[in-house]
């Protein structure tokens, strides 16, 4: 199995911007655009603010296509909306144009029918696969990754890029990226801090497969960028981890 990819970020999550500048100055000069499915949770929320207080990005936004990752059955306007939080720290921010963002319609009693109206739009324009240039994910303190939660029907979907899982553990049905979206996608970014980095050493050392993150663990495109502690955890799990610095120039491709 491939080594997986884990940078420790010294200013987590800061530290991804520089990975993001060289990642969407490839894509824009590559392909005039930079496609990406944004996290939802607390961990990038940092991240994002930066990003949009970063001067020499002002003039990439333009180019940026924003969808999400993930989504909970609620409304955008929503205190737990993951549309919410990345609408206040970044698009708006940005003044990114409506045309330029992508939300799944979450707030629909048929979720299903939003999932298969989002797939749609995550397919417009593309040659049948969403070909997202990046896919920004935390995880859980259960291995879960967008809405890919353990032992839900989603972990299993192949013929799909984006549906409604039930999560019987919430007691409700999330919209979530699939597996083959995320293996579809150029590249994949998991932030992961805090006390979380057992659960990591289990999903990328001994690849306890209960752990939807233990799917990511051997694929070329992911990297897995970490804080202090969970850099320890990992290390001391004899897990090879880099400085962040270490990638800059692979425009945050593993
Ligand atoms: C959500 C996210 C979920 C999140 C992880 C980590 O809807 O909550 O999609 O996958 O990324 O649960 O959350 P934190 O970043 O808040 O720890």
């Known amino acids: 199995m ?10 987590f999550p800061l530290g991804a911007a520089d990975l993001w500048r060289e990642a969407v100055g490839e894509a824009i000069s590559e392909r005039s655009a930079f496609r990406v499915a944004f996290a939802g949770g607390g961990t990038p929320r940092p991240l994002y603010r930066a990003l949009a207080a970063e001067p020499e990005l002002a003039g990439s936004w333009r180019r940026v296509r924003a969808f999400l990752g993930d989504e909970r059955p609620v409304a955008p306007s929503h205190p737990e909306s993951n549309w919410r939080m990345l609408a206040e720290s970044l698009l708006d921010p940005v003044s990114l144009p409506e045309a330029s963002r992508a939300r799944p319609r979450s707030e629909e009693e048929d979720l299903e029918r939003a999932a298969r109206d989002y797939e749609a739009v995550l397919l417009e324009g593309t040659r049948g696969s969403p070909s997202l240039d990046l896919v920004l994910l935390g995880m859980g303190p259960d ?12 972990l299993g979907v192949e013929d799909r890029w984006f549906v409604a ?32 980095g057992d659960v990591l050493a289990r999903a990328l050392g001994a690849g306890d497969q209960s ?23 990992l290390a001391a799990n004899e897990l090879k981890v880099e400085p962040l610095g270490a990638m800059s120039g692979r425009g945050g491709r593993a």
Not at 177 to 194: H, I, K, Q, S
């Open 143 to 154: 291995g879960h990754v967008a809405s890919l939660f353990p032992g839900t029907d989603a």
């Open 211 to 233: 752990l939807p993150a233990a799917r990511l663990a051997g694929w070329e495109r992911v990297v897995w960028i970490v804080d202090r502690e969970v850099a320890r955890v």
């Open 165 to 196: 899982n039930r999560v019987p553990q919430l007691s409700a049905t999330r919209l979530t990226l699939t597996f083959p979206a995320l293996r579809d996608a150029r590249a994949v970014w998991v932030l992961v801090g805090g006390d979380k």
């Open 2 to 11: 491939p080594r997986a990819t884990i940078l420790e970020d010294d200013r």
